[in-house]
Every structure is written in C-alpha cells, then in structure tokens.
Nanobody, 123 residues
Framework: QLQLVESGGGLVQPGGSLRLSCAAS????????IGWFRQAPGKEREGVSC????????YYADSVKGRFTISRDKAENTVNLQMNNLNPEDTAVYYC????????????????WGQGTQVTVSS
C-alpha cells in the first residue's frame, strides 16, 4: 500500500519559518504530482502548492506566493515545503498527497494522502 508521511509541523511565532517534509514509502515519487494542502477548522481543504516531479513545474496559491517554496529531493524520495514569514492565517493541518494523473492542484485530483501535520502560528 502506498504511504505518505508528513513531518515538520509545530508551533511558530508570526514571521517565523517551518519546513515540512513529505516522505513516500513503497513507491517512488518520480512520476507523480505531489501537493501540499491545508485545512483549518471550519474551512474547506485548499491547495497550497503542487509540484510535478517529472517536469518540475510548480503551482502556488496566491496566499503563499513569495513565502513558500516547494522542492523535490530525489535522493530522499521526499517533497519539502519551506514556509517563511508565517502568519496566523497559515494555521492549519497540512497534508501532502500524490497522484500520477492529477491535472490540477485541487484536493479532488489526488488519491494518496498522508495523515497530516499541525502548523500553528501564534505569539
């Protein structure tokens, strides 16, 4: 069974940084689109950033452009999300997901999901 495991969440002050990592087991991410999504209480799950491992193309939600960077580490078989200049509106559970045929960075396009990691931005 394909598995994704997120790590790196935690509590950070406004303006701080965190680096999330999504590790895949039992499959290689080489031909997958991998996305980072987040869901805050009472809100719909939203696509934060996605990367197509084969072509290297990336997508960022407007709310995170210039602050978040998605990257692929082939040696470690991970996809990382560097999050800088965090603000309280970034507080949510962050999930990574993978799919071989995702056509967009929308949660409906992804089949395999991790369990999520909590990110809390608060002073």
């Amino acid at each position: 069974q394909l598995q994704l495991v997120e790590s790196g969440g935690g509590l950070v002050q406004p303006g701080g940084s965190l680096r999330l990592s999504c590790a895949a087991s039992k499959f290689t991410l080489d031909y997958y689109t991998i996305g980072w999504f987040r869901q805050a209480p009472g809100k719909e799950r939203e696509g934060v950033s996605c990367i197509n491992s084969r072509y290297g193309t990336t997508y960022y939600a407007d709310s995170v452009k210039g602050r978040f960077t998605i990257s692929r580490d082939k040696a470690e078989n991970t996809v990382n999300l560097q999050m800088n200049n965090l603000n309280p509106e970034d507080t949510a559970v962050y999930y990574c997901a993978a799919d071989q045929s995702a056509g967009s960075c929308h949660y409906n396009s992804f089949e395999t999901w991790g369990q999520g990691t909590q990110v809390t931005v608060s002073s």
